[in-house]
T-cell receptor
């Protein structure tokens, strides 16, 4: 069955430090992958997506993610974290059947130390 | 810009009440979705619709129903609210391979 795993429930980094959030997926075909961010009390905002082509994708707010088929991973990175990046981050894969439903990971909450 | 709106940001209901959560999108999208978000569980699909009057169960449909009478509107119905339905509810609509989310409704059932 298709699934998405985010092994880190919480991550704390200092402002200005680099960040990597992990995401592993289980999917039979070529996955379409997404990272969303949710600030407190808000809906989900799309950070970036991978459909095909270059395995390093750039997103908004200075985020990037790398698709590694051999590791079934799609980790999110940012070279220098800002206090405003504190939020919850969700990795997701879309089912390419008639439903187009998203399968989400359980999320990683990012805390930023001043 | 795609706009997905939900009728309420916060809602408090009593056990046994019938609850309607409304979602409207302004981009003529065919597919719409209702997700439920709980800590540690991420988002789980309740129901989705791929056209007017067409609906399909998602992963956790028990205790919920939906209505789609017009293309732009997708309603989630809790026939008899229970405390275990206290949660954040997110609506989304789909264009191509991307889903656009509303701001969410935080429902508390007491």
């Amino acid at each position: 069955a298709q699934s998405v795993t985010q092994p880190d429930i919480h991550i704390t980094v200092s402002e200005g430090a680099s960040l990597e959030l992990r995401c592993n997926y289980s999917y039979g075909a070529t996955p379409y992958l997404f990272w969303y961010v949710q600030s407190p009390g808000q809906g989900l905002q799309l950070l970036l997506k991978y459909f095909s082509g270059d395995t390093l994708v750039q997103g908004i707010k200075g985020f990037e993610a790398e698709f590694k088929r051999s590791q079934s991973s799609f980790n999110l990175r940012k070279p220098s974290v800002h206090w405003s990046d504190a939020a919850e981050y969700f990795c997701a894969v879309v089912l390419m059947d008639s439903s187009y439903k998203l399968i989400f990971g359980s999320g990683t909450r990012l805390l930023v130390r001043p | 810009d795609v706009k997905v709106t939900q009728s309420s940001r916060y809602l408090v209901k009593r056990t046994g009440e019938k609850v309607f959560l409304e979602c409207v999108q302004d981009m003529d999208h065919e597919n719409m979705f209702w997700y439920r978000q709980d800590p540690g569980l991420g988002l789980r699909l309740i129901y989705f619709s791929y056209d007017v009057k067409m609906k399909e169960k998602g992963d956790i449909p028990e205790g919920y129903s939906v209505s789609r009478e017009k293309k732009e509107r997708f309603s989630l119905i809790l026939e008899s609210a229970s405390t275990n339905q206290t949660s954040m509810y997110l609506c989304a609509s789909r264009y191509s391979n991307e889903q656009y989310f509303g701001p969410g409704t935080r429902l508390t059932v007491t």
